[in-house]
């Protein structure tokens, strides 16, 4: 029961948002660019949070301090669905994700998301995967942070798959810090569940210190993606 009235609270307070959609449309075409990132950042914070209340996910969040207030490269490790949400409510404020190209197919979703300053992967066409890529590199140029899941899909579980290198060919790119995040247990809500049921978990989140890349040779780049992600493995070990 508690999945089908979240699934329909989800489309419903989607539908009910198009006013405040039609909104931020303005705002952005009028070039009111900082009120529009102001009134897109709370209405994403409040809906992300109902969400997550309905399905009662409960979130531990530490390390909030370690979020540098210039733009960064957030880069997680990634269990299951409920992550972006997490993340969306619980770090400073939201921020833009590199996501999966498959969420441009979520009517109104994708323009929230392209407000937010979210950009589009398909990891299928590698030009457009560059174009992608590309894009976020210059949102950061442009002042906004970037969530990445560089493992490229859910883990669906405790395990940290291998990662990819485009959070950091991006980070390296602009300069920019990479601040690594571990989220354990987020899975629990719908992936470990059995036809992706939704039933309450309690979930960690932990923002570790930033790492910087100015100056790193592209060997050194290299070797820090693995420390990095030994880094997030470690952190929930010690949590």
């Not at 009662?56 to 880069?75: M, S």
């Not at 669905?81 to 833009?96: E, M």
């Not at 066409?125 to 992608?132: G, H, P, Q, T, V």
Request: hydrophobic fraction near 45%; glycine fraction near 8%.
């Amino acid at each position: 029961m508690r999945t089908l009235i979240w699934f329909v609270y989800f489309w419903i307070t989607l539908v009910a948002m198009v006013p405040f959609m039609l909104y931020a449309w303005y705002l952005n075409r009028s070039g009111q660019l900082k009120r529009r990132d102001a009134f897109v950042a709370r209405m994403v914070t409040g809906w992300m949070g109902s969400l997550l209340k309905l399905a009662g996910v409960k979130v531990e969040v530490c390390g909030l301090e370690h979020i540098p207030k210039h733009p960064v490269v957030f880069v997680s490790n990634h269990q299951g669905n409920f992550d972006i949400p997490i993340l969306l409510r619980h770090l400073d404020r939201p921020h833009g994700l590199v996501a999966k190209v498959e969420l441009q197919k979520l009517p109104f979703v994708r323009i929230w998301m392209r407000y937010l300053g979210c950009v589009f992967l398909d990891r299928e066409n590698l030009r457009k995967s560059a174009a992608a890529l590309n894009e976020a590199a210059k949102n950061l140029q442009d002042g906004y942070s970037m969530i990445i899941f560089p493992e490229g899909t859910r883990s669906r579980g405790d395990t940290v798959g291998e990662f990819k290198s485009g959070a950091f060919k991006i980070a390296y790119k602009t300069g920019t810090p990479i601040v690594p995040i571990r989220i354990d247990g987020s899975y629990r809500a719908m992936e470990a569940n059995q036809g992706l049921r939704i039933t309450p978990a309690k979930v960690r989140l932990q923002v570790l210190p930033p790492v910087e890349v100015t100056g790193l040779t592209k060997e050194q780049l290299r070797q820090l993606e693995q420390e990095i992600r030994q880094q997030i493995i470690r952190a929930q070990k010690t949590a």
